[in-house]
């Protein structure tokens, strides 16, 4: 059983900065992560361009066959996006808080490089406890 | 890739401060068919429930592979369809409307009815049968 299957953080320019699994069958090894993030990427920019009322910022959630996709794009243009059962509710509090966490746990560690791959132990950790969080509540419901 | 049709439905096309740039719709139909193309391989790579899957980018026959059937943005929905023949039916749509796959299985219904079984049309030719366009129009004002 996961509600969420896996997250993607992609930076500005539609590299891969971070990448976690949480148990999706076949998983992906890291350069389909990188080629499925920029792709992501190109397709979030031509959909806004393909918008027929102007003040498009992209696509927010995906619905396909066997999961749902939702993204949230940062004022910074870094995106967040994590892949779900379909049907998973409440996913845009979910990203909105990882964003804070990354704002707080990778943004403000001093040694973090903008732009590049995401390896701060406490975001990890924070993250993890996040997602866990979800999860709990989900059951729960 | 071809275009069989397509209709305005909405007045508010390209611009609703004046802001908009026009564009050749030429170029839309491209974007839209990359776009399509595009995200179905993605689906077909990100789907989480199988675990054998083909490499990104190879071309996929209808029904193979993870699609998906909508997408929404803030400004607008769009629900796509793909019939076992390969036929593409698109419906944008504003972005709080609920779930169209009834209704593009309808239109592919009316696709049916009123353009293959049209002996003067031929199969892969723009569509030009005036019955199917106001049965079209008629049911796609309904829906809202």
Same mark, same amino acid.
């Given at each position: ?55 498009? @910022?992209? #696509?927010? /959630?995906? %619905? !396909?066959?066997?999961? *749902? ?53 406490? @975001?990890? #950790?924070? /993250?993890? %406890? !996040?997602?866990?969080? *979800? ?7 | ?144």
């Amino acid at each position: 059983m996961a509600a969420i299957y896996s997250l993607y953080i992609i930076n500005k320019s539609g590299g891969l900065i971070f990448y976690k699994d949480y148990g999706s069958s076949g998983r992906m090894d890291t350069n389909d992560s990188l080629r499925v993030a920029s792709l992501w990427h190109s397709m979030h920019a031509i959909s806004q361009q393909l918008s027929p009322i102007s003040g498009c @910022f992209g #696509i927010e /959630l995906l %619905q !396909a066959d066997t999961f *749902d996709l939702h993204c949230f794009q940062s004022l910074t243009g870094t995106k967040f996006f994590v892949v779900c059962e379909p049907g998973t509710q409440h996913m845009e509090g979910l990203l909105k808080h990882i964003y804070e966490l990354y704002t707080d746990y990778v943004l403000k560690n001093p040694f973090y490089e903008m732009e590049m791959p995401i390896r701060c132990e406490l @975001f990890d #950790i924070n /993250l993890t %406890q !996040a997602i866990q969080k *979800d999860r709990v509540a989900l059951l729960a419901r | 890739m071809q275009f069989f049709g397509g209709t305005e439905i909405s007045p508010v096309s390209a611009g609703v401060n004046g802001v908009g740039e026009q564009r050749p719709h030429d170029q839309d139909h491209k974007l839209m068919f990359g776009l399509l193309f595009s995200l179905k391989s993605l689906t077909a790579k990100m789907d989480p429930t199988t675990p054998d899957k083909a490499n990104l980018g190879v071309p996929q026959l209808p029904g193979q592979g993870c699609s998906f059937h909508s997408f929404r943005t803030n400004t607008y929905k769009l629900t796509f369809m793909e019939s076992p023949s390969g036929i593409k039916i698109i419906l944008v749509t504003h972005p709080r409307t609920g779930d169209l796959r009834e209704s593009l299985k309808y239109i592919y219904n009316l696709y049916v009815e009123y353009v293959v079984k049209n002996p003067l049309y031929t199969p892969g030719t723009p569509i030009r049968c005036e019955l199917f366009n106001t049965t079209l129009d008629q049911y796609v004002r309904s829906i809202s």
